[in-house]
């Protein structure tokens, strides 16, 4: 098994920053893609960033420019750095890794989420 624990949510005023951290542990042979979700009250779920095994990373519009994704496969953790926050960033922030255990048993999995809170 595989556990995901992400880390480093809270308040923040407007214009601020916040680095969220997600740590995986368990049985890990490799990590693959991992990628950060969001999902604010009333809203669906958002894909808010990727990053590849390779280190290749996407975004959504809406926080291009502004978020950074990045990994330290040594340390088997994956990073959001986000900076000039806005309101509208208020949200459940989620990290999900595509986890092999074995050279056959690959799967997705998700942490438990952390609130992001951006407010004056």
């Known amino acids: 098994q595989v556990q995901l624990v992400e880390s480093g949510g809270g308040l923040v005023q407007p214009g601020g920053s916040l680095r969220l951290s997600c740590a995986a542990s368990?049985?890990?042979?490799?990590?693959?893609?991992v990628a950060w979700y969001r999902r604010a009250p009333g809203k669906q779920r958002e894909l808010v960033a990727t990053?590849?095994?390779?280190?290749?990373?996407n975004y959504s519009d809406s926080v291009k420019g502004r978020f950074t994704i990045s990994r330290d496969n040594a340390k088997n953790t994956m990073y959001l750095q986000m900076n000039s926050l806005k309101p509208e960033d208020t949200a459940v922030y989620y990290c999900?890794?595509?986890?092999?255990?074995?050279?056959?048993?690959?799967?997705?999995?998700w942490g438990q989420g952390t609130q992001v809170t951006v407010s004056s």
């Open positions: 368990g049985r890990i042979f490799r990590i693959y893609a």
């Open positions: 990053i590849t095994s390779g280190g290749t990373t």
């Open positions: 999900n890794a595509e986890v092999a255990s074995s050279a056959y048993d690959q799967r997705r999995y």
